[in-house]
């Protein structure tokens, strides 16, 4: 479309040079001269078929913007009717994503919270144990001190 166009218009140009230089020597000849009137009846005839040309062109590129038009639109119509087509199966996935994230996020919540019940449950019974074994050990002592000052008590009086 475009090179036509830049043909023609060269095409032109050229014509009209030459026109020029023919009217130029139909001058330097005289007005009456014969091929004056030659060219420009040339001219005339060349830019009514340069205006024919251009109509058509012009109805082409119209016919072409149309048939563009329609198949843009079924090109989209067809889409439409793909989406709704998968439409279903793209709810399928992305509820599977939903479902298979949420039972993600509950697995950690639990592991965390599992993982935190059970360090607490292991520092309290460890705190339980060490004060137990504490309490055990002061009372052994204080057990086995009470023996021996008996102990000693009872050797004073033997």
């Known amino acids: 479309m475009l ?16 026109g020029a230089l023919n009217a130029n020597a139909g001058t330097m000849l ?5 091929l004056m009137a030659t060219n420009e009846q040339r001219q005339h005839d060349y830019d009514a078929r340069l205006r024919r040309q ?3 062109d ?7 913007d149309a048939r ?3 198949a843009h639109a079924m ?3 067809r889409q439409r009717e793909y989406d709704a087509k998968h439409e279903h199966r793209d709810q399928g996935r992305d509820q599977h994503q939903y479902y298979s994230r949420l039972r993600q996020k509950q697995a950690q919540d639990q592991h965390k919270y599992y993982s935190r019940l059970r360090r607490k449950q292991a520092q309290d019974q460890h705190k339980y144990y ?10 052994q002592h204080e057990y086995y001190s009470g023996i021996r000052k008996d102990h000693k008590d009872d050797a004073k009086h033997h």
């Open 58 to 64: 012009v109805r082409r590129q119209h016919e072409y």
């Open 3 to 18: 090179l036509k166009r830049i043909f023609s218009t060269m095409a032109l140009g050229a014509t009209l040079l030459t």
């Open 54 to 56: 251009h109509d058509m």
């Open 68 to 70: 563009l038009g329609r």
């Open 30 to 34: 005289g007005n009456s001269h014969p």
């Open 75 to 77: 090109d989209v119509q």
């Open 130 to 139: 060490g004060r137990l074994r504490a309490d055990q050990r002061q009372d």
